[in-house]
Every structure is written in structure tokens, then in C-alpha cells.
């Protein structure tokens, strides 16, 4: 059986692609649990002003201390290959942060057996991808370069003193409220769960640019060192689905070499040759084509009498 790689020429997925260039499931499984800490939290009041909403929710994840912890870590879990149109199918994926230096790490390996990696990863100012074979190459920034706007960084960014934000109004039936907030060109709109008060989701457009719409949606939470911590990143551009990947397993650790989060030997360490494909049978003309024809055989000898 062929191995399997990755079905895209240009890495991530066919919205990827279309998006970032101009113009990465059924299998993820969610164990999420509820937070004690949340519990505690939750209350049915909503603050009138938007710095309230800010300090509430800056509780409810653990407060500004612990949430700085999240500056630093590791994270495993399956990113869905959105490629796949019929059977639903993710990849094996490897998050690493620390500060502004960020990389994910995408592996094909079916059977246990890596057959293909993606690398992306940003340095603060510059995104790059790898991709088994072809090397390095500088790609636009997309969800990478707008960090501070994305979870757990846009939770301390809205706590600024010189940061005003506008509440929107309430709608009947809505579970979250809404707070929209300027930075330059930059509009970026938190919808915050009126019940736990943990983040819901981020939206993410720019005044200048009215083709430009990233969202990112987070689900099931769970306890990472009395952390909250969604399990769950969705990501849309307009209305086009980005990604889907689910975080399973979170380390924070603080010791990260800068080496680990750009592009080195062992994220490509270990994989397989490709299997060449195998080559086409024959037909049954083709091979009546190619047979040698066979010597006419001579007229049997008549038995009649002459006459």
C-alpha cells in the first residue's frame, strides 16, 4: 500500500492556500471537563462597562499571574485534514510557544509510520514553512502575525489602560457578550461566555481592508495547572474554514531553546522513503498486441482417394 502524505502541493490546505497566498474532525476526540475554577466564576450579571467584562474574564482564566504562564508551552493533539471532502481524516499536530517565537508541526504518520511534515513557524515579524523536499520559503503571516488579537494573549491586551473598548448591544437569546475594540486599522471583536466568562471567540477584521475577516472559535476547556485551556482551536477566514485542531495535551514549561522553535533536523527525523507507485498491469490486448504470432500450421494431408 502506498504511504500516505499530504494531498496539497503547497502545504496546509486548499483554504490556506487561497487565503494566504494572496488571493491546515470527526477523529478529534473532545474530553473536555468543567472547571471548578469556572464554576466559581460563573455569575448572570453582566458588567455594564467593557473594562468590567475584561477584569471578569481575566478571572475566570486564572488571573493575570497564571495566565502569564501560558507564554511558554507545548501542546499535542490532531489538526483536521480539511482536504478531505468525504472520509473525515486529521494529522498528528505539535504546537511550541514561547513569547513572540511560535511553530506547529504537522505529521502524516498512518500505522504509526511518518510519512510526510510541515513546519510553520514565526519569529516574531516573518512566518516561514518547510515541506519535506522542498525546503524554507517565506509565507504571509495570517493567524501568526495577529497573536496578541488570538487566545490566551488578546485576554492581558484588552487589560490596558489606554485600551477602549465599546460593549455591544445584547440580543435576545445570546450566551455571550460582545466588547469591539479599535487598534489602528485593526477591529477586533471578543465574545465572552456570560456563564463562565471564559473567552468564546475572537473576530478579527481590518477598517482599510473589507475582504479581510479572521475568526477563531474556542471549545472545551480544561484544567492546565488551574488554567482554563480550550482544547479545541477552529479558525474561519471570511467564510471559509481555516483549520480545525484539537490540543489535547498541554505542558507549560519555561526552558524552551530558541533552536526548537524554528525549523531544525529532528522535525524531520524518522521519515520514511516514499513508495514509488507501482507500475500499471497490462491488458489483455495489449499483451495480445506484443505476442508474437505463431507459425501457421500445415494443411493436414486429405485422406479422400484419388481418383
Known sequence: MPAVVFVTDIGRNDVAEKNSRGALSSMLFLGAFVLAAVAIAACSVVPASPEGIAKKMLRAHGGA????RLDSFVGKGFIRDLSSKVVAKSFALDVYRKGQLYKHRIMSAP???LTDVIVLSFDGTTSREWMNGKGTRTIPSMELGILKYR????????????????RLPLKKGDKVVRVRYTAGDDVVTLAVDTKTWLLDSVLVTNAKDSSFAFSEVYRYYSDVDGIPFPEEFRATIGRQLYYDYLLSAIELRT????????VNAADSAGISKREPPAPAQ?????KQKTKK???A?????????KR
Do not use: H, N, Y
Not at 499571574?65 to 502569564?68: D, I, S, V
Not at 500450421?297 to 482417394?305: G, N, Q, Y
Open 65 to 68: 499571574a497564571k495566565l502569564a
Open 297 to 305: 500450421s500445415k494443411p493436414a494431408k486429405s485422406t479422400a482417394m
Open 111 to 113: 500505522g504509526g509510520k
Open 255 to 262: 526552558e524552551l531553546p530558541d533552536s526548537l522553535l524554528r
Open 151 to 166: 487566545f490566551p494573549d488578546v485576554i492581558q491586551w484588552i487589560q490596558g489602560a489606554d485600551r477602549k473598548g465599546e
Open 293 to 295: 504470432p505463431e507459425k
Open 282 to 286: 497490462s491488458t489483455t490486448t495489449e
